[in-house]
T-cell receptor
Framework: KAGVTQTPRYLIKTRGQQVTLSCSPI?????VSWYQQTPGQGLQFLFE???????NKGNFPGRFSGRQFSNSRSEMNVSTLELGDSALYLC??????????????FGSGTQLSVL | AQTVTQSQPEMSVQEAETVTLSCTYD???????LFWYKQPPSRQMILVIR??????QNATENRFSVNFQKAAKSFSLKISDSQLGDAAMYFC????????????????FGKGTKLSVKP
């Protein structure tokens, strides 16, 4: 069974641009969560999607958004990029909602650099 | 607010030896989950071990075991017979209980401990 796939692996953007990251969960998994990882702040929760609906959201500005498609694939979008958005963005999938004690399976992340 | 603290930014262990990574957390909840994740250079977070707070017995997974001290809010990871492949960042994580109108159960991570394994 294929694992969680994130594309692209690396991305370089400039300030003010917008970016879209993609995540394909493990087949059969319906929940997708996104985390931001930086050296200073560590891993921080962005949001969780389940059955195409955002179920949970972390403390990030509205520039960070996401969506989930009917096949459970998810995208996250960051608009008006700032230097501080440079980070590793990790996606994780689970069979059901994280709150129901489902195990999370992570992808290898997308490394975003904002210049 | 719930927090997770890993006081050891870096640790080193000799191959075949045992090492213990520390983690403390702060919560007022009684029912929650604790995790240790490993992140090798490939960047993929891999679940090492999981502990339910309502279980008194410490979780074990092959060479990995935890020392869960609920009253002290401590959750350390012991790696026995360390192998070169154990070298990675290790993250302790806490998941609060789900409650309507409040926490939806997302993971709260510590800042991590970088483990080096010497041959």
């Amino acid at each position: 069974k294929a694992g969680v796939t994130q594309t692209p692996r690396y991305l370089i953007k400039t300030r003010g641009q917008q970016v879209t990251l993609s995540c394909s969960p493990i087949s059969g998994h319906r929940s997708v969560s996104w985390y931001q990882q930086t050296p200073g702040q560590g891993l921080q929760f962005l949001f969780e999607y389940f059955s195409e609906t955002q179920r949970n959201k972390g403390n990030f500005p509205g520039r960070f958004s996401g969506r989930q498609f009917s096949n459970s694939r998810s995208e996250m979008n960051v608009s008006t990029l700032e230097l501080g958005d440079s980070a590793l963005y990790l996606c994780a999938s689970s069979l059901g909602l994280v709150a129901t004690n489902e195990k999370l399976f992570f992808g290898s992340g997308t490394q975003l650099s904002v210049l | 607010a719930q927090t997770v603290t890993q006081s050891q930014p870096e640790m080193s262990v000799q191959e075949a030896e045992t090492v213990t990574l520390s983690c403390t957390y702060d919560t007022s909840e009684s029912d929650y989950y604790l995790f240790w994740y490993k992140q090798p250079p490939s960047r993929q977070m891999i679940l090492v071990i999981r502990q339910e707070a309502y279980k008194q017995q410490n979780a074990t997974e092959n060479r990995f075991s935890v020392n869960f001290q609920k009253a002290a809010k401590s959750f350390s990871l012991k790696i026995s017979d360390s192998q070169l492949g154990d070298a990675a960042m290790y993250f302790c994580a806490y998941r609060p209980p789900f409650n309507y109108g409040g926490s939806q159960g997302n993971l709260i991570f510590g800042k991590g401990t970088k483990l080096s394994v010497k041959p």
